[in-house]
Each structure stands twice: as C-alpha cells, then as structure tokens.
C-alpha cells in the first residue's frame, strides 16, 4: 500500500450509459439518480451520472464514436467545431465535471457500468498494475463474493490499452457483467452488478476510516492479443466460435484457432 | 388430413434476415446460397433467401418499418411513391417472388428464421389452427428432436395477429430460436436451427413420395393477451422481469403481475 495518491476517498463517481445499449448501468444509474439511499457511506460524495444520455436515448452503443475510447489527450484537447463528433464533445464536458484527468482535482474513484453478451459473469477491470487502492478494493470485493467467482482483468497492454471514460478518475474500475443481450435488462446481471458496487462503497468507507489492509495478491487475466476471425474474398466473416467454447469455457486458455468452426459465409 | 391445398410441395423458400439483427437465420441462408447442398430434396425445389437486405446490412431489426409486419393487403396493394417504406417495397417484391400471396401460384412452403433473446429454444411458429400440412410437419419435427423439447406457437389472436412475411406462402412456418443476443451468432442456436429445417425437409420429402400420416394431435401455445410494463408519470418503464421467471420459466404458466420487479426507474 504505497499510492502516492492514497489517502481519503471523498468524491466518487458511478458512471452508467457509457455505451448506451448496455442496459444494467443505465437502469441502476437511473434508479440512483432517483433514489440513492443505497449508496450512502458517511464522509463520502457519490454520484450517479449518465454518461451518454444521446446513445442511452437512441440505445445505441454510441452516436457518432465510442465515448469509451474519447478520453485521450488528443480528443480532451480538440478544439471544438461544427464537426467535432458528440461523444468527443462529450468527453471534454466529463472531464471539466470530474477531471480532469492527470490532476489533482480529479474525482478520487469512478466506477463505470458494462455489460457484455459474453459469459463473463461480474468481471472487475483494472487500468493499471500498480493502483494499490484498486488492488486492495477488488481483493476486498472478491472475498466478499467468495465462493461466488469475480474475476478480475488488467488491461494494461501497451498497444491494445485505450482511453475509457472512467480515466479521468484517479482510480478507475471498469464493472462489466455478463451474459446479457445489448438493449435488454436481465434481472440477475443488474443484481450481480448492483452487489458489486455495493461491497466496493463498503471499501471506500473502511478504507476512509482508517482500516489496515494488509499486502495482498489478486490473480488477474490480461489481454496478450487480439485476433481476427477469418474472412472471404468479399470481406465477409466466415467462422463462428464453436459452441463448447463459447458457452461453457469463457476465462479458460485455449486456441483459438482450434475454437472457430470454418464453415460459413456467415455476416 | 383433408387441406384441400394439399399436393406435392414443390416450391420450398427459406427467409432468413427477415429482421436483421437475427443472425442465425442469415448465416444459414448465407451459407446455403454459397453451398446448399444440405437443402437438396429430390423433387423440391428450396431456395434460400435473404429478405431484408438493408436491415442485415445495418444489423437492425428494420429499416423503415418491420417487414414481418408489412404483408396485409393494405401494404400489398399500396402505391409506390417517394415516401413508401423501404420494407413496403420490399414486400410487394417479396409477394411478386414468392406469392402472390392468396393465390394458388404462391410458393407452398416458406420457413422464416428468427431469433430471440428469450430462452425459447428451437419454437416452431403457426400462422392458423387448420392448416394441417403444417401440423403434421410440427409433429415430425417435435418427434425427430424427441426427448428434446420444441415448443409450437399458434399465432391466431383475432386482434394480435399480424401479416408475417412467410404468409405469401401456401404452407408458411416461422422457426423462433433463442437465447441469442441480437447481432451475434451463438453456434449452438445456429445448429439448432439447421437441425429444425433438415427435419422439416425430410418430411416434405416423405409427404411428397406419398408417406401416410396418421391424423395425430400436437400441443401449442397460444397468445392470450399483451401485457405492458408499468410506466412512470414520464413513459419510462420502471419494472423489469423477475430473475426467477426469466430465467427458468419460459411456456410455464405464470401470473405476471407477481413476475416485475417493480423497483426501478429504468429505461
Ligand atoms: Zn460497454
Ligand atoms: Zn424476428
């Protein structure tokens, strides 16, 4: 526990809509902004925030770019025109509210709200390896939902990182629970998500109280690379991941090139 | 078995993409135009056909309106102009290739593939409870993939029933198959929906060398009303399925003002 930027954790954010058809954040976001009871721990500031109320709108993942890739130096410094695309504006006006990023003044912990249709149950995504606060919060947070499984993925590479929403927050955690289809709500992947949050708010407040974390270990998964699936002479997909791999092994190594099954001219 | 359309079924039509988020039934007829031999029967003639090209194009559900929807007679007869609805085109091109619909040079037999995100698994859709062709083929159907389940929906609600595209046909089935989120391919519903039509085509084979089919009796499910989700004083919809009834009880009874969740500002 050496952060040099530890110390007590007074404004929070939870940001929900970030990709506008992922419908669990929006909800929750949504039903906090209308009654936070929920989220309430002395001596801390949490706000619920809809971070694209025009995707969320329109359920889209985004209108004119993705907001999730928005936050780097070059999009937060454009200068605006006519053209500049909504979620870069956009981008620039999360940063004057809870950045900005890299200061000072930036909001102390931004939680941001996913969903994916993959199977990857309530996954914790970290910015960084060397956040120590975020470390011991996701240990915390794992421990709680014990014998549950929270995995945790580190999406440090240094080519296939990108700038998410919630960078502009000292420690920034990606929340990403699945399997739910984009535009639709599932009880059960809201709850997972809504319980999450709330052990990681019981952190913030143990920590500020002063609790000892002792030194702890997490196992992480990261990304080593990106790989495309097979495509025609027109362009067109031509594999689909085969089923044993897709709906029972999600987090379980494998190769990938053994998991696609070459048969169709598909999308 | 006294239809008195019942013949040879000579001319069989395979719709996929008729929404264009539902993307088992476009890898399918994708790949069968590419390699359809799977399709042959001898003495039928099966054509795979996208029938919303612009919608699968965009991976939306429609383009202008819903296609499914657009096959009554009002949309059939109505006068192109400038501001016709591209799927309105499109029907009238749809019922001119394989209708018209009514009249006796109307395709036999259309099957129209889609997907849902609800865990309906491979549901064999009926347009009207006299078409006895279409029993008999869901009753050879449901006996192939005994033990396994396939669910019969009979939509003939006086007021809920709506002008499919498949209806241009004598003889049309929708096949519903999900869990599949809109916009992706999951193997195993894809499979399972090519395991439904090779069935459907054994049996228009065995129906056209002259096979007897007993008089038999099949169980369906049917629409008996539409109920809306709760709403706030703004239209938004502040309830969401109960985790236990989404999730499990799919064709189980179930009274569905104590299956909300009815806690959330929502969407
Ligand atoms: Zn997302
Ligand atoms: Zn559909």
Redesign the interface.
């Known amino acids: 526990m050496a952060d040099s930027r530890a110390g007590p954790v007074g404004r929070v954010a939870i940001f929900g809509g970030t990709h506008g058809n992922e419908?669990s954040g929006?909800?929750l976001v949504?039903?906090w902004?209308?009654?936070g009871g929920e989220l309430h721990r002395d001596g801390v500031e949490v706000t619920p925030f809809i971070t694209n109320p025009r995707a969320v709108q329109k359920r889209t993942r985004y209108v004119d770019c993705d907001l999730n890739r928005a936050f780097s130096a070059d999009c937060l410094s454009r200068v605006e025109t006519e053209d500049t695309s909504y979620e870069v504006v956009r981008a620039q006006e999360i940063n004057r509210l809870f950045g900005p990023k890299g200061t000072n003044e930036a909001y102390d912990l931004i939680f941001d709200l996913h969903n994916t249709?993959s199977n990857m149950g309530g996954t914790l995504v970290m910015e960084n390896s060397e956040d120590d606060f975020v470390i011991q919060m996701c240990h915390y947070i794992k421990k709680a939902l014990a014998p549950g499984s929270c995995p945790v993925l580190l999406i440090d590479h240094p080519i296939l990182k990108y700038a998410t929403t919630r960078s502009v927050a000292k420690h920034p955690l990606g929340v990403e629970v699945g399997?739910?289809?984009?535009?639709?709500?599932?009880?059960?992947i809201?709850?997972k998500m809504r319980t999450i949050i709330k052990h990681a708010l019981d952190f913030v407040k143990l920590f500020n109280e002063g609790r000892e974390f002792p030194p702890c270990e997490i196992e992480v998964y990261r990304i080593s690379e990106k790989i495309y699936y097979p495509r025609n002479e027109d362009g067109?997909i031509t594999a689909?991941?085969?089923?044993h791999v897709?709906?029972y092994r999600d987090y379980l190594a494998c190769n990938m090139y053994d998991c696609l099954?070459e048969?169709?001219?598909?999308?």
């Open positions: 419908l929006v909800c949504k039903h902004l209308a009654n249709t399997p739910q289809p984009n535009g639709v709500v599932r009880a059960d809201l709850d067109e689909i991941i085969h089923q897709q709906v099954v048969m169709f001219r598909c999308l």
